[in-house]
């Protein structure tokens, strides 16, 4: 008996302990996420290729020169 009031009460200190670390990173992500939008910007407008923080590469680089100079050819 005491095991499962044991195992409920560290359930819910999980879930709490997720919830309220989530939503004090979720402003810090937030703002760190918007100032590398900012960065991507400039260096985009200077030119340079510029990957954003927090991504995930799902496509090769070759597929996306392929994309790129597809996109020149049509003249996008």
């Known amino acids: 008996m005491y095991h499962r009031y044991y195992y409920i009460n560290s359930l819910i200190a999980v879930v709490l302990c997720f919830i309220l670390i989530g ?17 991507a ?20 680089k070759v597929m996306v020169t392929i994309f790129y100079y597809i996109k020149l050819k049509r003249g996008f």
Do not use: D, E
Request: net charge positive; no cysteine; hydrophobic share 55%.
């Open 41 to 60: 910007i400039v260096k985009t407008r200077n030119g340079q290729v510029y990957q954003l923080p927090f991504t995930i590469n799902f496509l090769s």
């Open 23 to 39: 939503f004090l990173l979720l402003p810090v992500i937030g703002i760190v996420y918007f100032i590398g939008i900012i960065i």
